[in-house]
């Protein structure tokens, strides 16, 4: 994996929800063992939160896609603002 560059673990759930707490010492590791030159994966998702759910569709939709958009590296501000017109 000599070319790899960014490596981004994402998920739906919070931060402190979601698998992602249980698995970055061991991305982080195999990151290493590789020798790729970025030894840290990349957290995309929802921040931390005491509910596993916004309550309201609309934000969660929002928040889904601005996810999705962060994951796959696009400006999740114009993501934001393109649901925010449909």
Same mark, same amino acid.
């Given at each position: 994996?000599?070319?790899?560059?960014?490596?981004?673990?994402?998920?739906?759930?919070?931060?402190?929800?979601?698998?992602?707490?249980?698995?970055?010492?061991?991305?982080?590791?195999?990151? &290493?063992?590789?020798?790729?030159?970025?030894?840290?994966?990349?957290?995309?998702?929802?921040? !931390?939160?005491?509910?596993?759910?916004?309550?309201?569709?609309?934000? #969660?939709?929002?928040?889904? !896609?601005?996810? &999705?958009?962060? !994951?796959?590296? #696009?400006?999740?501000?114009?993501?934001?603002?393109?649901?925010?017109? &449909?």
């Amino acid at each position: 994996m000599p070319n790899l560059e960014t490596v981004v673990w994402a998920q739906e759930e919070p931060k402190n929800n979601g698998a992602w707490s249980f698995v970055d010492p061991f991305i982080e590791e195999c990151l &290493v063992e590789a020798g790729v030159r970025s030894t840290r994966a990349r957290y995309a998702g929802r921040a !931390a939160s005491a509910s596993p759910a916004t309550g309201l569709m609309k934000r #969660h939709q929002m928040e889904q !896609a601005a996810l &999705v958009a962060d !994951a796959l590296g #696009h400006s999740v501000r114009e993501e934001i603002r393109r649901t925010r017109k &449909v």
